[in-house]
C-alpha cells in the first residue's frame, strides 16, 4: 500500500486518484487559512515553483480541526491560497486529518509516517498543544502545516513538525529528486 492507492475530493466535488500523481516527489500538508502558520503558503509556493519542473507537487488539504482555522467553503479557501499567496499548486477539498472522521489517507500517513523531526520553535505552541492534549497523543497531527515528504514509489519519507518551514524541507526534496 502506499499513497497511490486513495483518493480524495477535489475542491469543486469531483473524486480523484492520487494515483495521478505516480513517478512524482509529494509534499502533502494540512493546511488553513486562519492560523499564525498561514504565511507558509508563500514558501510552499516558492518550493513548487522551483521543483514542479522536475517532478515535484505540493498536496494541500485544508482542515479546520484545529481551533476552526479554516472556515469557508473549499472554494473560498482554494481563492484565499491563490489570491493572497499566489499559490499555483492544488487546493483539495477540506477534511478532517484526526479522529474518527480523519481522512483515509490521514490515517494512513499518520500510521506509516516516521517520527515528526524535532523542532525547537515547537514550544511556542505548548500552551495551544496543552490544551488540545486529547488530539496530540500518539501519532496525530498535531497542528495545521504538518507535512509528509513521499517518495516517487508513493512511500512516505518524512513527516515534519508544523512549524518546520517549507525552505528547510528543500534538501530532503532534491535528495528525491534526484534518485
Request: hydrophobic fraction near 35%; proline fraction near 4%.
Amino acid at each position: 500500500m502506499n499513497v497511490y492507492d486513495f483518493h480524495v475530493k477535489t475542491v469543486d466535488g469531483s473524486n480523484v486518484s492520487l494515483s495521478k500523481f505516480q513517478g512524482k516527489v509529494l509534499l502533502i500538508v494540512n493546511t488553513a487559512s486562519g492560523c499564525g502558520l498561514t504565511p507558509q503558503y508563500e514558501g510552499l509556493e516558492k518550493l513548487y515553483k522551483l521543483y514542479k519542473e522536475q517532478g515535484f507537487e505540493i498536496l494541500d488539504f485544508p482542515c479546520n480541526q484545529f481551533l476552526n482555522q479554516a472556515p469557508g467553503s473549499d472554494q473560498e479557501l482554494a481563492n484565499f491560497c491563490q489570491m493572497k499567496f499566489g499559490t499555483t499548486f492544488e487546493t483539495f477539498a477540506k477534511i478532517s486529518v484526526n479522529g474518527k472522521e480523519s481522512h483515509p489517507l490521514y490515517k494512513y500517513l499518520r500510521e506509516n509516517a516516521p517520527a515528526d523531526n524535532e523542532d525547537e520553535n515547537l514550544t511556542k505552541f505548548q500552551a495551544i498543544l496543552e490544551r488540545l492534549k486529547q488530539s496530540v497523543q500518539g501519532n496525530a497531527i498535531k497542528w495545521n502545516f504538518t507535512k509528509f515528504l513521499v517518495d516517487k514509489n508513493g512511500q512516505i519519507i518524512q513527516r515534519f513538525n508544523p512549524t518546520v518551514k517549507p525552505e528547510q524541507i528543500a534538501p530532503a526534496i532534491e535528495a528525491l529528486l534526484a534518485s
